[in-house]
């Protein structure tokens, strides 16, 4: 078992949630305008919080916005870059301006993009002594530079107020960070930002940091799963769904956040949102807390345990030979290997793309148990 680095108790899912700490507040969410932040924007307005929706995306952010406020919700709408910090230092003042205490209570960093198959392999170049092509770095920018200005931020405005329970930054972060990859689909770079922000949320929910430097907050982070949104569309759904894996809703990911945000006693977890309704529950009943780093050592037994709610280990194998090699990365092997299905999935690949097994080695698949 790993050493628990400070006091912190699994999440009891089955404790009564308490919105109440949320009215009044002050809250920002950035990517608030689509998916998973509008979800968590709706949640918290909800309830009662000043939320201001941060996104790049003027036309939808405004829409939704009023739609919100056409409800009687508390929302205002702050386009900006997350890439920027100026850009994203003037939603954080906007959000000072209308809190009713003068504070910013609750930060959620939701923006994020997903690079398209592999774009980051250098295959083409490496088989034909082409000069190599710059990667292209966007992923890394918002989902991992972004989030990094958005904490950096809301430690700004969290060391200027008081301890409050509702205090708290919720990092979203994807399965992606626990197991190299779930799919071919995402790339090394999407991944590398995903484990990044799980390391800036490693550095910060030591007890320590959020008494001295962010004026007591709680810090929390969120692991979905495959969850249908426009980063995840119909088509990539029915695709995973027709290779047996069970696709989460947004509405999982809100359960998860409003578990975090209105339970003052979690501090420091992770909560893997999946889904409930594929697991013949309600939204986020098939959530759990990963244990990460705490109990659950790397956050990968936990993860392992409940493999059969994410889908069938079948699913996996199928999906990667219906790759072809170039649009496969070696973390997609890695995550074969940790699901002990290389051998059948190996003789797929190699016969599906009609490879030697020397050829199949460059894939990295020679020695995949080096995780
Ligand atoms: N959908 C999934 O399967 C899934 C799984 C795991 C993690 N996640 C993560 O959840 C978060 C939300 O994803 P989603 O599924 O709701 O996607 P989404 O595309 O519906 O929402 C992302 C939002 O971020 C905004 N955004 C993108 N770049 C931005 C920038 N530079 N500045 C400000 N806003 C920007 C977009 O305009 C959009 O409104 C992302 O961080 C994503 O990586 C999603």
Redesign the pocket.
Known sequence: MATTPYPSTPIDFHRQLDPSILKGRTALV?????????SIVTALAEVGAHVTL????AS??ASVTETLKSQGLHVIFAE????SWESQAKAFQRALRISPQQTIDIVVA?????TQYASCFPVESAATDKEPKRPPTATLD??LT?TYFTMSLAQHYFARSPPHPAKQMLF?????AYNQSTSPALSFD?TAS?FGVRGLFHQVRRPELAATRFGGARFNLL??????????PPEEVEELVSVGWKVGD?ED?REGAKRCLTDHSIRGRVVVCCSGKGNGGGFGDANFDAGDDLEGGFGLPAVVERKGWFGSLEATAKRWVSFKPAQLGLHSILLASFLHIKDVAFEAFIRRNALTTEQAGVFGWSNPWYL
């Open positions: 950035t990517g608030g305008a689509s998916g998973i932040g509008l941060v996104d790049i995306d939808t952010g900006a870059d997350v890439t939701a923006a994020g993009i997903k918002v989902n972004g979203i972060a994807s399965m992606a999407y995903k692991a979905p799963f495959f969850i249908a949104s426009p980063m995840c947004v990911v």
